[in-house]
């Protein structure tokens, strides 16, 4: 049976608990088309030793974007990504990276490309500290999904948010006041019938609750950046022009494909667009979100494309 045919399949756990019936599909169509060896790390110390004892079998990740990462930064740092190439089964909460790399939805056409598909050499975005980027980073770190303020090596939940909740948010205050209206309309017949002047001051209060209007504490909006901005040492921003973000993506071809929105007075500012091999940004401390985790701050931060540095198995 060639290597090829050989596989090691980690499973990660956060995938585990998100969606166990893709994850017990993927193992089906796997374990049925190659010789598979199953992992089921419980943290990311265990998740990077497995990736460690792979030998020579095809690395195959069942797991989300973070899984992913974390997968190609540990290859990164024992300089492992030259070897035979990494595939992923989506599952999880954020698969949106996977996508945009090509990586097919669901399953079993996931796994059937981990069978069947060939392997693409594709771009790395690599800082100095080591941190590596397969699709794009942003300043400020917008984007979708929480952020993910944790190193690639950590796990990572998510809890529902007040506005998650049945009943919680803003459209929940009109539901609110008309049920403290009608509140206030039973005391006051009540209050009539009993003639219990205790029942007025109820009544009264819950009026005042009942025409409050609801308070949403609203996200305060992110203003424009000083950023100086470097493509291959050509300056395309200073400190002295704000700028509404900056965006770099990994493309092809060794070079890096990096927009500029400049602030706009006025008149909306057309954004700059260059390729170049390495980006750097400085400024006053600032953070970013590269692919789904979020860093910083940080005062200056230079990201450096390695041509191919990683492979990925995709369908034809």
Same mark, same amino acid.
Request: glycine share 12%.
């Given at each position: 049976m060639s290597a090829?045919?050989?596989?090691?399949?980690?499973?990660?756990?956060?995938?585990?608990?998100?969606?166990?019936?893709?994850?017990?599909?993927?193992?089906?169509?796997?374990?049925a088309g190659a010789a598979v060896r199953f992992c089921l790390p419980d943290g990311p110390e265990e998740f990077t030793k497995a990736l460690a004892r792979r030998g020579a079998r095809r690395l195959v990740v069942i797991g989300d974007d973070r899984a992913l990462l974390r997968a190609v930064q540990a290859l990164h740092r024992e300089r492992g990504l030259s070897g035979p190439?990494?595939?992923?089964?989506?599952?999880?909460?954020?698969?949106?990276?996977a996508r945009s790399l090509g990586v097919p939805a669901g399953a079993v056409a996931a796994a059937r490309a981990v069978?069947?598909?060939?392997? /693409?050499?594709?771009?790395?975005?690599?800082?100095?500290?080591?941190g590596v980027v397969l699709g794009d980073l942003r300043i400020p770190p917008v984007g979708g999904g929480p952020p993910y303020r944790s190193a690639p090596g950590s796990a990572s939940g998510s809890v529902p948010?007040?506005?998650? /909740?049945?009943?919680?948010?803003?459209s929940s205050g009109p539901a609110v006041a008309s049920a403290a209206s009608a509140r206030a309309a039973r005391l006051s017949r009540a209050s009539a019938a009993e003639g219990h002047p205790w029942l007025r001051s109820c009544q009264s209060f819950v009026r005042t609750l009942a025409t409050r209007p609801s308070r949403v504490a609203?996200?305060?909006?992110?203003?424009?950046?000083?950023?100086?901005?470097?493509?291959?040492?050509?300056?395309?921003?200073?400190?002295?022009?704000?700028?509404? %973000?900056?965006?770099?993506?990994?493309?092809?071809?060794?070079?890096?494909?990096?927009?500029?929105r400049p602030a706009s007075v006025g008149a909306e500012?057309?954004?700059? /667009?260059? /390729?170049?091999?390495?980006?750097?940004?400085s400024g006053a401390d600032f953070r970013y979100r590269a692919d789904a985790v979020v860093a910083g701050p940080v005062r200056t931060r230079t990201w450096t494309v390695h041509p %191919?540095?990683? %492979?990925?198995?995709?369908?034809?």
């Open positions: 090829r045919d050989q596989l090691l399949v980690v499973i990660d756990p956060v995938a585990r608990r998100a969606d166990g019936e893709s994850v017990r599909i993927a193992r089906d169509v796997l374990g190439a990494l595939a992923l089964v989506p599952v999880g909460p954020a698969q949106s990276l069978l069947e598909g060939t392997e /693409r050499r594709l771009d790395l975005l690599v800082d100095e500290s080591d948010g007040p506005s998650s /909740r049945p009943g919680a948010g803003p609203a996200a305060p909006a992110a203003g424009p950046s000083r950023l100086r901005v470097e493509a291959d040492g050509v300056t395309l921003v200073d400190l002295d022009q704000p700028v509404e %973000g900056v965006r770099v993506t990994a493309g092809h071809g060794g070079l890096a494909q990096v927009e500029v500012a057309a954004p700059l /667009r260059v /390729r170049a091999r390495s980006v750097t940004v %191919g540095a990683w %492979g990925l198995t995709l369908p034809d």
